[in-house]
C-alpha cells in the first residue's frame, strides 16, 4: 500500500508539473498577433475570483456601414487605464491571440491587448 501511495503521489505531481508547464506555455507563446482599429464599446473588469479587462470594440470601415465587434482581454493594468482615458475615440488596439489558454481566470478571450494607440477620426467622405 505504502509503495502505491508514493507512485500515485508522484503521478499526481508529474501531472501538476505537466498542467502548470503548458499553462505557461499557451500564455507565453503567441499564435498570431495585429492590430485593430475602432471604437471602444465597452470595458469592465470581470470575474469572481480572478478580475480580468474585458472589453469589446466596434470595428466601423465606412460610416453607415455594418459593423463587426472585436471581443479582448486585458492582463496589464496599465494598458486598461491608458484604454479607459481613450473612450469615445477611435484608438488601435495592438493584441497577440494565445490559443488553448485552459482556464477563464486568465481571459475570457483568447485576444489579450498589449498596446493602444488614439489616431485621428476618419475624414468624412
Known amino acids: 500500500m505504502g509503495k502505491f501511495l508514493i507512485r ?12 502548470a508547464g503548458y ?3 499557451t ?9 485593430r482599429a475602432g471604437y471602444i464599446q465597452k ?15 466596434a470595428l466601423v470601415t465606412m ?9 479582448f482581454s486585458i492582463r496589464d493594468e496599465s494598458i486598461a487605464d491608458k484604454l479607459n482615458e481613450s473612450i469615445g475615440k477611435r484608438v488601435v488596439l495592438e493584441y ?3 490559443i488553448g489558454v485552459p482556464f477563464s481566470c486568465f481571459a475570457e478571450t ?5 498596446g493602444v494607440k488614439t489616431v485621428q477620426e476618419v475624414p468624412p467622405l
Open 63 to 71: 460610416p453607415g456601414t455594418m459593423t463587426e465587434k472585436f471581443y
Open 27 to 35: 500564455l507565453q507563446w503567441s499564435y498570431s498577433e495585429g492590430d
Open 96 to 98: 497577440e491571440e494565445h
Open 43 to 57: 470595458l469592465s473588469k470581470k470575474g469572481w475570483i480572478c478580475k480580468t479587462w474585458e472589453g469589446e470594440m
Open 8 to 19: 500515485f503521489s508522484f503521478l499526481l505531481i508529474l501531472v501538476a508539473i505537466l498542467f
Open 110 to 114: 483568447s485576444y489579450f491587448v498589449t
Open 23 to 25: 499553462t505557461w506555455l
